[in-house]
């Protein structure tokens, strides 16, 4: 506290490397950064950037082996964190400099309750008594506006929801007054409404205590919201930094401008060719009354999926988007026929696609194909790319002859944009952006006419994301398909979808055509929606920040 | 992670050359395998090549010491209390005992596995009924089971396999069992599912590659046991019948001499101890280099050896 202006944290030149079997990979190459009193520093970056392990480092919670600092410093109030004991810095973290995670059920314990675990940093770093630390644990859950958090304190992990866990983290990280926050991608488990809720908490938690904030983000809306200056990283170097203005303005490095046009929902809605002239389109599968019903253990019954009905027309793509738990891959899951619907139809060719079996079913299923949202777990790990592929004409012995598997791999590695050498490879040498053309490939080998994409982009990077609903997009053209496009993220169905439907617990809220829904959303659910999605402007986000009562 | 994968692409080599180089790489499974082979082979020729050696009495060398060439160097290892060749019973006795050993795991693994696979894979009563088969069998002592069993029945190889397998089995129910549930909840199952993959399909192709290594693991464990339950029960006099012979009743019938010659007792034991060492290094090594997602742990291994 000795000069309001010098910066709290300089890092200066920092250098970390991993040591790996085949020599030394460098994650970090060199950053510098300064952070100052009371602003919001968000270091942007693509998974493999080395934006997770610069904070690691700083907090001292770096994999050690095999990672190590090669060199440069990080000055605390002038003082430098990677000269000091273990037991000096021990003290500093929590009270100096808090963290909070993406994972939150990774990082509370969960045999003990919430208050217990806040508890013992006042323990641990203050010394007070039982008596006294609770108090200030409710205290501090006040803070983060859990209601009734005298009561909640002594419930545990499991019970909270998503967004609530991630107050409790804040909290946490908060019940020392630290200086500085350092808060990895904090929100992206997290829905839009909840994002948009603690996005607000944070902010207002640090004009509060006027402490600096740094925010690691893959999400460029995330970086728009909350930051006063960006730093842009790319394979463990700074690319770009600037104020947030600057940046989103005037991007000057390549690969900001590339991320920048990555950005989905920005463009023009998708062009549909022209009906005119021909005769009214008949949908494909025609769903009705759709329900899905769970008897709980308390006797309670949880609609996961309540009365839907939509149809679906040949060579459209329908997006459905809701929050988790609105019953949308429930859908998807039912016509899949992975799970059993408690009633109503899905027509396909004048049959229910409900009531079929053995030779029927099997017919069906080549023609509904689907790609899921974790490249990683839905392919099988013991299994090689070219067994992968052929799978389905196993199963399917009249599609394809077995001399000439090798040949049609190849053609479907290249429509993906892979090469045919991908086949000899097994899943985990391949990245997740790979790995999601794989899985698209074996959707395609049994020529499908509908493809159900389930959060199939969400866990890419952007540039990644991009790509494969291009390829999507693309590939819907040549062969004909229908997707049905399930997400969480309005902007990559904007981009993709030619009808939406928007979902909330179980239930349809509304759908319409893209236009109808992005540009007059009629239901307040839907307009809410819109309204939490983080839009990489700073200038837009400042608006909508001020409307929502929110001193900026 | 594009750049890693590139990198690690391997030669083209055939896959036994390449899998024997991965076992060269790993010293100790090297040496276990080397071990190992000899045993088996011992196993197979053992009994044709000193069969006769190993029955000759020669009181006047009872529990003759170790370690001297005295008598010629079938003796090196001793003699037993009618003075024969510790080292011809115990090359003799390597084939009833790994016989025995060997099919009641392979047994049990294959029985067990495929019954926890069954269990764990159909919802409903078969699922149910095959557990609480498990659940019987655990409960109830497994060597009482078989005294019971093997009094009742003829005391023969057959069916000490029999019983010492079925014993054993409820360890594979299971683990099996517990694995499929948490795989068969897999999106690459769901993937499977949604392409019309047959239930033997998805169990042969998608689960049991996945399970096997943990069940070949409990088995090499397992080796161990079986082969002490076998002498236990060779004691008892309604296993191997003498003049039969195994480590495990090699091991019994010395327990009476460990103050005046453990070698006995020692020696037998050495081996069982040797073996189930072996057969754990093994299984360690089998697992990685089966596992595509791990083999590069031997692989690199091999590069800084180099």
Redesign the interface.
Known sequence: MTDPIAPILQVNNLEVAFRTGTGEFDAVKGISFDLYRGETLAILGESGSGKSVCSSTIMGILDSPPGFIRGGEALLDGVNLFELSDKKRRELMGDKIAMIFQDTLAHLNPVYSIGWQIAECFRVHRGFDRKEAWRRVVEVLERVQIPDAANRAHYYPHQFSGGQRQRIMIAMALALEPEILIADEPTTALDVTVQAQILDLLIELRNESNMGLIMITHDLGVAAEVADRLIVMNHGEIVESGTVHEVFANPAHPYTQRLMAAIPGLGKHREKPSTEGQPAPKPILQVRDLSKHYLEPTGNTVKACDGVSFDLFAGETLGIVGESGSGKTTVSNMLLKLTEPSGGTADYNGSNIFSLEGKALLAWRRKFQVVFQDPFASLNPTMNVFNIISEPWLIHPDILAKQKFRDRVAYLLERVGLVPDHAARFPHELSGGQRQRVAIARALALEPEVIICDEAVSALDVSVQAQIIKLLAELRDKFALSYIFIAHDLPVVRDIADRVIVMKSGKIVEQGTVEQIFDAPKEAYTRELLEANPIPDPETMKHRRARRGMAV | ??DA?T???PPPQSRGFKLLGLLWNDRFAFCSAVFLITVIVFAIIGPWLLGDVATKLNLRIRNFPPFSLEHGWLYILGADSLGRSMLARLVVASQNTMAIAASAVVFSMLVGGLLGLISGFSRGWLGNFIMRIADIIMSFPSLLLAVVVLYMFEPGVTNLILVLGITRMPIYMRTARAEVLEIRE???V?????????NS?IIG??IA??ILPTLTTIATLDFAFVMLGESALSFLGIGIQPPEITWGLMVAQGRNYLQSAWWLAFFPGLFIMFSTLSLNLISGWVRLAL???QR?RL??SG??ND
């Open positions: 992670m594009t994968a990198t690690a692409l897999r999106l690459f769901s993937a499977a599912i949604a392409m019309g993959a047959s399909r192709r998608h590659p996945i596992d595509p997602v590069w692989e690199i590069n800084s």
